[in-house]
């Protein structure tokens, strides 16, 4: 069988780039990483990117400090001066900065004429960087991410990711969304520039003074969150424009823990969000609220500088953004003219009526820190199928409704029934209305545990699936039941879809 992914590499493969003249500073930031896995990171981009395209490499250690690896800095130090040419440069920040500032303060050492960002923990792959520079080449305002492919946490086995875009949802969480339909039709579609609402995060490559011409980073934003869906707006709104280009690709280690916090423990996830809210989302900010009540209240520092910056740019408004580069966002309360969203949301929505049950929302339930969404094997009418992890995508297959009894209600027709020992898989059937082993209880945010009361067991996977947790490609993993306290029991993630 011939994937969409063999038919982009033997495409790439055959691709003509024009002659490049923009070489490129490669800034990599790390914080208490491992040394051999920045190394790795770095090898390959020296093995991989032609001299003459790569001006520096500049590694930024954002005063690493932890204990358990010892004296990282030294580490890289010594190892950098011995083995790599003088284009590979260690820099160091003069305090704990986050990934945010880290960044800023890289590229404002760096002299090549296109940054590139990487995290400390990937590994690029041929011919990554020709297909990017020569994006930006075309026009500087073009802000372009290679694919993410990825790599295995526990063996660094490297698999390729679909092709998928970036989107968001009214929580301000980055996801992946499925490309809108006939986006692939003819062989050049696989190669051509993907538009994309957002970016993932730390991969991407703009020009230099175009990264500081629009502003940079938001400074005031701490540690680590939100700093992707900023800057993506912030390119959209003020005239730039984001792409995926298929035939860059670029490993990158998906952990499932950070392995750090923010100094005082803040949650820096809601605080730069709000930050990024506060600019940009016009009145639209109230979405953002509707989800995150909590947020409501919390302080987010001074914003000032930073919504002077979009008056002086003359940015768009969030509405023009939604209109014209996220369609396909459902805004809670508004008609949604997508027709995916019609097969999906909208049949639910009607359905409704026939049901006296009371939903409280809707979720897709992902295996936190993946891409892997619960789903049923077989069709969601199906009594009896057993679930899956498949990557997430808003399929009828994956959209579970809670009901006020804590039912978990399958595109609103059957529910997740939990066995009575972990012998036995979960399964949908008929709902019974009565509690017991269909009643489940979690929080429906992010990182919660599954339980069901009457098994008193919890929502896992089986433990061959769980070091391969961060590969859509390897979906299909069973959910079972197991014993809340076990390895194999899962967090997840509650994902309301609006
Ligand atoms: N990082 C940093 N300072 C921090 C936190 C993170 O320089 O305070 C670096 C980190 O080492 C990594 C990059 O920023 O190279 C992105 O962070 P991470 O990989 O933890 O984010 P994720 O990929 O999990 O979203
Ligand atoms: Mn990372």
């Not at 492919?149 to 969480?173: A, C, E, K």
């Not at 953002?288 to 914003?303: E, I, L, M, N, T």
């Not at 595109?411 to 082993?437: F, I, T």
Request: charged share 25%; glycine share 6%; net charge neutral.
């Amino acid at each position: 069988m011939v994937t969409a992914n063999m038919l982009l590499m033997s495409l790439c493969q055959t691709q003509e780039y024009p002659k490049l003249y923009l070489n490129t500073s490669v800034i990599i930031c790390f914080y208490n990483e491992d040394p051999s896995t920045l190394f790795r990171t770095v090898h390959s981009v020296l093995d991989q990117t032609p001299a003459e395209l790569l001006h520096e490499v500049l590694l930024v250690d954002d005063s690493s400090d932890g204990e358990l690896l010892g004296n990282i800095h030294n580490e890289v130090e010594e190892f950098v001066g011995k083995n790599f040419p003088p284009k590979v440069q260690l820099l160091k920040t003069m305090k704990r900065e986050g990934l945010i500032r880290a960044r800023i303060f890289g590229a404002k050492k760096a002299t090549g004429q296109v940054l590139i960002f990487l995290d400390s923990h990937c590994e690029v792959n041929r011919e990554w960087v020709q297909p990017l520079i020569a994006r930006i080449q075309e026009n500087r305002t073009f802000v372009v991410t290679p694919i993410i492919d990825i790599i295995n946490s526990d063996t660094f086995q490297y698999t390729s990711s679909p092709l998928v875009r970036g989107g968001f949802n009214w929580g301000l969480h980055f996801k992946w969304d499925s490309l809108p339909d006939d986006t692939l039709k003819t062989n050049e579609d696989f190669v051509k520039p993907i538009l994309s609402p957002t970016m993932a995060g730390g991969l991407f490559a703009i020009e230099r003074e175009y990264f500081f011409d629009i502003g940079e980073y938001d400074a005031g934003m701490n540690v680590w969150g939100g700093e992707n869906l900023e800057i993506s707006f912030r390119i959209w709104m003020c005239g730039g424009r984001l792409e995926i280009i298929p035939c860059s690709r670029v490993g990158h280690v998906f952990r499932r823990r950070r392995p750090y916090g923010s100094p005082n423990g803040e949650d820096t996830m809601t605080y730069n969000s709000l930050r990024a809210a506060h600019v940009w989302l016009d009145d639209y900010i109230e979405h953002f609220f509707h989800v995150r009540p909590d947020a409501r209240h919390v302080s987010y520092g001074d914003v000032g500088p930073r919504q002077r910056l979009r008056r002086l740019m003359k940015c768009q408004s969030f509405d023009w953004y939604l209109k014209n580069v996220y369609p396909e966002l459902t805004v809670p309360g508004k008609e949604s003219n997508q027709t995916a969203k019609k097969e999906t949301i909208g049949k639910l929505q009607s359905r409704r009526k026939y049901h006296k049950k009371n939903y409280v929302a809707t979720y897709q339930i992902k295996l936190s820190g993946s891409r892997l969404c619960v789903e049923s094997d077989k069709e969601v009418t199906s009594k009896g199928s057993t679930l899956l992890l498949s990557v997430c995508s808003r399929t009828k297959k994956q959209l579970w409704s809670v009901t006020d009894k804590g039912e978990m209600v399958l595109a609103q027709m059957l529910c997740m029934e939990s066995p009575e020992s972990s012998k036995q898989k979960p399964r949908l059937s008929k709902c019974h209305e009565m509690g017991g082993l269909q009643e489940w209880k979690h929080h429906d945010d992010i990182d919660t545990p599954v339980y069901n009361i009457a098994a008193g067991l919890c929502l896992g996977i089986s433990s061959s699936g769980i070091k391969d947790f961060a590969n859509p490609n390897l979906d299909n993993t069973p959910v079972i039941m197991t014993v809340c306290t076990d390895t194999s029991a899962a967090k997840w993630d509650f994902v309301k879809i609006p």
